[in-house]
């Protein structure tokens, strides 16, 4: 029942866009899809399923699916449903809609049993550029995915690097993403509550950024935890098209 339940939730969102439950599309689409998970408090991970098939079995904090998936489809619509692993204890569920020649980053962020000010789990669709940029610059796209302890609310956050005084994103809210590009070097990074000089969260030292790639930045974890789920700056480097 829960299961229905939500997704009748996430099918009423999009019926007004494109109606839901009927037959296919009308045009077939080249479409890209990768998964990461990182809900900071299962230790044993997550099921996703993709209209009611395995996607991604038994996927580890911060671990993601290997690549992108070529969806070619006249689907309007993909269902994903998002469980506790080895269990049928539902997550989320969220309704993709396939966009031609897009590529969507799923990622799983939040609390599973969050407490109190804590953000619930859920999964939030990024659309990613692949074109890979050019001379000797690199594309970060950072996804604020940060949980405090509870009792805590969650802050927008800033990004900042060494050499740079101002933060390359600012003021970046929970479940939001921002985009900037960045030259080849080693950096520090530094994660601050938005507008505190000292209001730091936490630092990530000595990250290589290659020219011409392409990273999935993600501002991580859960404050004040040790071991995996502690905070970090997670970078995932995506492949070109």
């Not at 395995?54 to 309007?76: C, I, M, R, V, W």
């Not at 479940?175 to 990530?204: C, H, M, N, P, W």
């Not at 040790?226 to 905070?231: D, E, L, R, T």
Request: net charge negative; proline share 6%.
């Amino acid at each position: 029942m829960k299961k229905w339940l939500a997704r009748t939730a996430v099918c009423a969102s999009v019926a007004i866009a494109i109606g839901c439950g009927g037959g296919g599309g009308e045009v077939t689409r080249d479409f890209f899809l990768r998964f990461t998970n990182n809900v900071v408090d299962l230790p044993g991970g997550v099921d996703v399923f993709m209209d009611q098939e395995p996607f991604a079995l038994g996927l580890g904090y911060g671990a993601s699916t290997p690549t992108y998936q070529n969806l070619t489809t006249e689907k309007d619509l993909h269902f994903f449903d998002l469980y506790r692993a080895g269990t049928q204890n539902l997550v989320d569920a969220w309704a993709e809609i396939p966009r031609a020649d897009q590529s969507h980053h799923l990622v799983a962020i939040g609390a599973a049993s969050p407490g109190p000010q804590q953000p619930a789990a859920r999964i939030l669709a990024v659309n990613v550029n692949r074109i890979r940029p050019t001379g000797t610059n690199a594309r970060l796209l950072v996804v604020n995915a940060f949980v405090r302890e509870p009792g805590k609310a969650t802050p927008k956050v800033d990004l900042l690097r060494s050499g740079k005084i101002e933060p390359e994103i600012a003021e970046l809210e929970f479940a939001k993403a921002g985009e900037f590009l960045l030259a080849a070097g080693t950096y520090d990074f530094e994660v601050r509550i938005a507008g505190l000089q000292s209001g730091t969260l936490f630092t990530k030292t000595g990250v290589t950024i290659e020219a011409g790639k392409i990273y999935f930045v993600l501002i991580r974890g859960l404050e004040g935890a040790a071991g995996v789920f502690a905070p970090d700056i997670q970078f995932i480097e995506e492949p070109p098209l």
